[in-house]
């Protein structure tokens, strides 16, 4: 990071008044002040776990005294899966044929150690044309900031290429200032053009829509031409049904963790997001948009996972249409 620290407010509001504009650092800014650690009654859902210590501590004395933990935090928390999705859209120009994105998520760096640095040695020998990341870089939802950026700025050294990302619940917009520094573009409800020769095709990305709800899909898809393939970063999927009357042809997201603690097959135990089960984890459809749910890196609330193993993803773009 160019300045080896996070920037103490007042240097952030000017920072960021100049990336977003006076209003919107304004309100992001005091709606963190107002909620950022609330369990109660903010955002889609009305209970945050992750804003629970109590709660917290119940189910990792549970965990311990059943004899699981360990298991759940070696045997499973820090051994990252690559997996590979295909997505077919009928729209693609063929100069994106074949297109791969990597995509990243819930990364919480500050708390996931083995998974992070699992995840560096993955990266290293991928080939991907696009990186994206769908939020959460800090563990908790409030705090300190610099030890997820410093663990982002781990992983980013072996990270290449162009990086686009968006932000989390557990995020503060304070960190856009330092993420944007280490070379990670921020999409904060703004679209960009991606292209190959006279061919394009669009990204845009929303700020968290799950417990902040700072989304603004509209404002995000503004400039993106009717009839042109459209990708949607945003880190709930729970903007599904916005996204798909937005007119975007695939949204990649996180958040979920797919349930983290899950029974034999994969089944969540509790699925803390407003949705259809089926949209979270791994690859789904909805009206026409393809839309995949990454169950992410790092672990939240307690540092396990079971039967539910971490993941980085590649999506290969292709030009047809959905089997």
């Not at 309100?27 to 945050?48: K, N, P, T, V």
């Not at 699925?271 to 948009?289: D, K, S, T």
Request: charged share 20%; hydrophobic share 40%.
């Amino acid at each position: 990071m160019t300045s080896g620290r996070l920037l103490d407010p007042d240097e952030a509001f000017r920072c960021l008044e100049t990336r977003l504009g006076p209003l919107h650092a304004r309100l992001r800014l005091g709606i963190e002040r107002e909620h950022e650690a609330q369990a109660f009654g903010q955002g889609l859902s009305f209970l945050h776990l992750e804003n629970l210590p109590l709660i917290q501590v119940m189910i990792e004395v549970a965990l311990r005294v059943t004899g699981t933990y360990w298991w759940g935090r070696r045997a499973n928390a820090g051994k990252v899966e690559l997996r590979r999705n295909t997505v077919r859209l009928p729209n693609l120009p063929s100069a994106f044929d074949g297109f791969t994105i990597l995509h990243l998520s819930d990364l919480h760096a500050d708390i996931s150690g083995p998974a992070m640095r699992r995840t560096a040695e993955l990266v290293l020998d991928l080939d991907y044309d696009l990186c994206v990341l769908t939020g959460d870089y800090r563990g908790r939802t409030y705090g300190d900031c610099m030890p997820c950026l410093e663990g982002v700025a781990r992983l980013r050294q072996e990270l290449r290429g162009d990086i686009y990302a968006v932000l989390g619940n557990h995020d503060s917009i304070a960190m856009v200032p330092e993420l944007e520094a280490l070379g990670i573009r921020m999409l904060l409800k703004e679209c960009f053009a991606i292209q190959r020769g006279s061919a394009s095709i669009y990204l845009a990305g929303v700020d968290d829509a799950h417990f902040y709800r700072a989304d603004n899909i509209e404002k995000a898809a503004a400039e993106i031409p009717q009839g042109y393939v459209s990708v949607l970063l945003s880190h709930t999927p729970e903007i599904y049904r916005q996204a798909v009357h937005a007119g975007f042809a695939l949204m990649l997201s996180g958040h979920t963790h797919g349930g983290q603690i899950c029974l034999p097959g994969g089944i969540p135990i509790l699925l803390e997001a407003n949705l259809p089960r089926a949209f979270g984890a791994g690859a789904w459809r909805h009206a026409g948009m393809a839309g995949y749910t990454s169950v992410g890196i790092g672990s939240s609330v307690v540092p396990v996972r079971f039967n539910n193993r971490p993941e980085i993803t590649l999506h290969q773009l292709v030009r047809g249409v959905p089997q």
